[in-house]
Every structure is written in C-alpha cells, then in structure tokens.
C-alpha cells in the first residue's frame, strides 16, 4: 500500500476519497494523523486554493498529498457560493447555515440549475513541478426541502434529475459513481495509470 496524505479533515470527503482509492493500493490519510493545520486558502479559484493544500500537506508530512477543492456553483447566482461553499453563512462552518442562505436567496428564482465541481491535486513532493490535476462536475438543481439522510453539505438539496433523488438520498456507491468527486477522482486514477506520476 503506497501512503498519501488526504490534504483534508472533513470527514465525508475522506470516507469517500478512502471508498475509491483503497481498492487500487493507495492507503489514504487524513492530515490530522500528522497534526498538519489547514492550509490557507485565500484564492478565488478552485485549482489554486487545491494545489496550495496539496503542497501545504506534502511539506508538512514528507508524503505525496492529494487535495480536493470542490464546492457548488449555482447559476443564478453567477457561480456562488463556488470556493466558498463551506463557508458560505460564515463562521463556524455550517452546513444547516450555508443551505438556509442559499434556499433564502434562491426565493422566487425561476432558475434552480447548479452544479457541483471538484478539483484534484496529487503533489508528489511539496515543489513538485508538474501536480496532476484532474476535474469534475455534477450537475443538477437546488430543490428548497431537502430529502435524504445520507451524504454531506448541499447534498440534501441538490436533486439529480436522472435519478429524480437527491444526493443525500442516493447510495454511496452510486454516488461515488456519479458524484463531482467520483468524476475527478476517475480522471486522477486513469492519469495515474498512464503513468502521469
């Protein structure tokens, strides 16, 4: 098993990053098990603030990093709450909080299309010249009363047509299959294959 550090402390990402990766060798660690703080993250862009995480973990644990910067992106409000998803209503971060701002700005809007995104980065080494990045998107609507008990953030209010259930209603395997997350972490596996690394 080759260790990686999980430039990350939130509890559902790991569960779902650890999910993917564990069947393909990887042993997946949260940056708590090497008392790393968060990084900054003072970027506007969700590649930036990740490969600021990668390489803060990588420095901080002398092991590759792997980072994720994703978040929701609704159109009507021209992308927001994008990088600041987890801390859309402030601090403390709150998921309750972050979906009542959004459901409250999202009053009367004909317009419920959104979008989830994710950024990956795997630094091999804190100065690593060439990261490898990948992406993903999951898109769907902001419905205003959530459904489901499962997942994490805006998953209860995010309602994925094809599937007519939201992301907090759908089972983890058939989400890890469809999710921003899953998608990025799919195009990371395949690069790492093709010997990206």
């Not at 959104?114 to 990045?133: F, G, N, S, T």
């Not at 902001?142 to 489901?148: A, K, L, Q, S, V």
């Amino acid at each position: 098993m080759q260790k990686l550090v999980i430039a990350s402390n939130n509890a559902g990402k790991l569960r779902e990053i650890g999910a993917i990766l564990g069947p393909l060798g990887f042993e997946a660690l949260p940056q708590s098990a090497f008392n790393i703080p968060e990084a900054e993250e003072p970027y506007c862009t969700f590649v930036e603030n990740c490969l600021a995480k990668a390489r803060h973990a990588s420095l901080h644990s002398g092991l590759p990093a792997l980072a994720d910067d994703s978040g929701i992106c609704v159109d009507a409000l021209n992308g927001a709450p994008g990088v600041y998803s987890a801390r859309f209503a402030g601090e403390p971060k709150s998921d309750q909080r972050n979906n009542e701002k959004l459901i409250e700005l999202l009053q009367g809007q004909p317009n419920r299309k959104a979008h989830y995104y994710c950024v990956m980065v795997l630094a091999r080494w804190p100065e690593d010249p060439q990261p490898i990045i990948a992406e993903g998107a999951w898109h769907g609507e902001i419905i205003d009363t959530p459904r489901g008990d499962g997942g994490f953030g805006y998953d209860p209010y995010f309602l994925v047509p094809e599937y007519g259930k939201t992301g907090a209603e759908l089972p983890m395997d058939v989400k890890n299959g469809i999710s921003h997350r899953g998608k990025a972490l799919a195009q990371l596996v395949e690069k790492l294959k093709r010997g990206a690394a």
